[in-house]
């Protein structure tokens, strides 16, 4: 798959008291670029470490390869969950349990690429790169 990112923030899940400022006007920002039609991407990538540490996140859309500035090779395996788009905190309701699976050992991250997938039908998916 091939992006091109429409803006992107550094940011920690627990030290950065800024973080909901920053993210929610990352996605303001790219989309007031992007139409309602098309699928967004929120990419999880550059991690310090493992959900603890820093890492970088962008609102980024499929593109060709000559105008990618990111690219997740087609061999990487992911583990898909579903998000309940009707609850208002659908999304960290399901990075919570992505979480807990981690630290219970059950889900094995590989810690390269991750990815949040907006449908203009209006589902939502996190595919969680594994080992």
Do not use: C
Request: no cysteine.
């Amino acid at each position: 798959m091939y992006f091109k990112i429409m803006n992107s923030v550094r940011t920690n899940n627990f030290n950065d008291e800024r973080i909901m400022q920053k993210i929610s006007g990352m996605w303001k920002e790219a989309s007031n670029l992007l139409n309602n039609d098309v699928i967004k991407y929120g990419v999880y990538y550059d991690y310090e470490s493992n959900y603890k540490g820093d890492y970088t996140l962008a609102v980024a859309i499929e593109t060709s390869s000559d105008q990618a500035q990111l690219q997740i090779l087609d061999d990487s395996k992911y583990e898909v969950f579903k998000v309940d788009a009707e609850d208002e905190h659908g999304i960290l309701n399901t990075w919570k349990a992505i979480w807990e699976r981690e630290d219970r050992r059950v889900l094995q991250r590989a810690y390269t690429y991750d990815f949040e997938k907006y449908n203009p039908d209006g589902t939502i998916e996190i595919h969680i790169a594994v080992k």
